[in-house]
């Protein structure tokens, strides 16, 4: 499975945007960036994913590197609410026993300040 | 609420009971995942479905027995489980592709007294 590799926590101030990085060097023509996060005691909640463009949507955007071995999720402005650990996950599409798989590793903890 | 419901919420068994998971979803999805989150660890994949046949069993002990009888409905049996068992167990659903976000439910706060 193609590895992902984030920063163990990163800290911002409410209402600042923030930048969550996630680097992912070996990743396939085929492989999709998923982007999800976990707030304390709840289950894993989607945020965005994308292929090879930009994507926004109401709650983050998600900058893809031209050469696809990095990507970084936008929180336009950090609310407390946004405090939680972040997840970059690739999911493959090649086919084979990895298809779709979704694997998570140690994620980002962000914490926000009021 | 992400169309993934999860029942019980919370679960206290003895060692030499037996119990199940159950985790519903109304989403048209035609896979389903179970995941296991031991206290500060990675969620760890344990089984998957796609279209009702497992197709990934991550070296779970047969302590841990899933069932998916239909593409909404996915159950995780346990029976004479460990102490070490105990943790939030997930179920999680989504299209089989890759392009598709999967929704996760709340989980069942297991322990194993």
């Known amino acids: 499975d193609a590895k992902t590799t984030q920063p163990n926590s990163m800290e911002s101030n409410e209402e600042e945007p923030v930048h969550l990085p996630c680097n992912h060097s070996?990743?396939?023509?085929?492989?999709?960036i998923h982007w999800y996060r976990q707030l304390p005691s709840q289950g894993p909640e989607y945020v965005i994913h994308?292929?090879?463009s930009n994507v926004n949507n109401r709650m983050a955007s998600l900058a893809i590197a031209e050469d696809r071995k990095s990507s970084t999720l936008i929180l336009h402005r950090a609310t407390l609410r946004d405090a939680a650990v972040y997840y970059c996950?690739?999911?493959?599409?090649?086919?084979?026993?990895?298809?779709?798989?979704?694997?998570f590793g140690q994620g980002t903890i962000l914490t926000v300040h009021p | 609420e992400t169309g993934v419901t999860q029942t019980p919420r919370h679960l206290v068994m003895g060692m030499t009971n037996k119990k199940s998971l159950k985790c519903e979803q109304h989403?048209?999805?035609?896979?389903m995942y179970w995941y296991k989150q031991s206290a500060k660890k990675p969620l760890e994949l344990m089984f998957v479905?796609?279209?009702?046949?497992?197709?990934e069993n991550n070296s779970v002990p047969s302590r841990f027995s899933p069932e998916c009888p239909n593409s909404s409905h996915l159950f995780l049996h346990l029976h004479t489980l460990q102490p070490e068992d105990s943790a939030l167990y997930l179920c999680?659903?989504?299209?089989?592709?890759?392009?598709?976000?999967?929704?996760f439910g709340q989980g069942t706060r297991l322990t194993v007294v």
């Open positions: 999680a659903s989504s299209q089989e592709g890759p392009w598709s976000p999967a929704f």
């Open positions: 070996t990743i396939s023509g085929t492989d999709y």
């Open positions: 994308g292929l090879t």
């Open positions: 996950i690739l999911r493959d599409g090649a086919g084979g026993t990895s298809y779709g798989k979704l694997t």
């Open positions: 989403l048209g999805h035609n896979a």
């Open positions: 479905y796609n279209f009702k046949e497992q197709t």
